[in-house]
């Protein structure tokens, strides 16, 4: 269906099904982990947006929902300098938040989110991501709460994350293997 706009050899990496199976497993866990707490779930735009949605929609918790956006790779592969785009002004001390994001990678976004929201006094901070890239370029002893799977060290595209900016609308994360 999508061959018209991706890109010549582009590969799945990670079909629908398994998203949608880690995505309930880690669902499970935070209902058990969080019930009963006032929950702040932020997601962090753009890249988060698909994965929250769907996670949220099985979140049987008390809890309001913003986002936040950070942005460090634009239109590249390789990131750059962290850029906030937006804060949320939810009041989050009464809250202990979820900070809920499509990849860490380097681990720049999260650990500036997570000290962010400490900051602003939320009662505590975790974070849930889709993805966790595994390779020795990590930036921070900061590491996601939360992780649905690990993948290896490939620029991946689709379930909310681009290439160029363009195909975050994709429902399987896809790869472009490097020519031998
Ligand atoms: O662990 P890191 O190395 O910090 O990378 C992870 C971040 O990179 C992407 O965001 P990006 O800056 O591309 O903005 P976007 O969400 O608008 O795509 C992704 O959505 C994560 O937020
Ligand atoms: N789209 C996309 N954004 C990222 N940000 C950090 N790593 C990645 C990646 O592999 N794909």
């Known amino acids: 269906m999508y061959s018209k ?3 010549t050899n582009s590969q799945v990496l990670i ?3 398994e998203i949608n199976s ?11 982990d969080f019930a009963g707490k006032e929950v702040a779930f932020l997601t962090i735009m753009n890249g988060g947006m698909i ?11 008390d809890m ?3 986002y936040l956006q950070l942005s460090r790779y634009g239109k590249s592969q390789t990131g750059g300098q962290l850029v906030w785009k937006y804060q949320p002004e939810i009041n989050m001390e009464n809250h202990h938040v979820i900070l809920c994001d499509d990849i860490y990678d380097e681990g720049h976004t999260l650990a500036a989110a997570h000290a962010w929201c400490l900051k602003k006094g939320a009662k505590s901070a975790s974070s849930v991501v889709l993805i966790h890239k595994e390779h020795d370029r990590t930036y921070a002893d900061y590491k996601p709460d939360y992780v649905a799977m690990n993948i290896p060290d490939h ?6 994350m681009d290439l160029e900016e363009k195909l975050r609308q994709l ?7 490097k020519a031998k």
């Open 5 to 7: 706009i991706l890109p």
């Open 15 to 17: 079909n629908q099904k």
């Open 22 to 32: 880690s995505i309930d497993k880690l669902a499970m866990q935070i209902n058990q």
């Open 51 to 61: 994965f929250a949605s769907s996670l949220a929609t099985r979140l049987n918790l």
């Open 64 to 66: 309001e929902m913003d």
């Open 155 to 160: 620029y991946i595209f689709g379930y909310g």
């Open 171 to 177: 429902p399987e994360i896809y790869y472009l293997p």
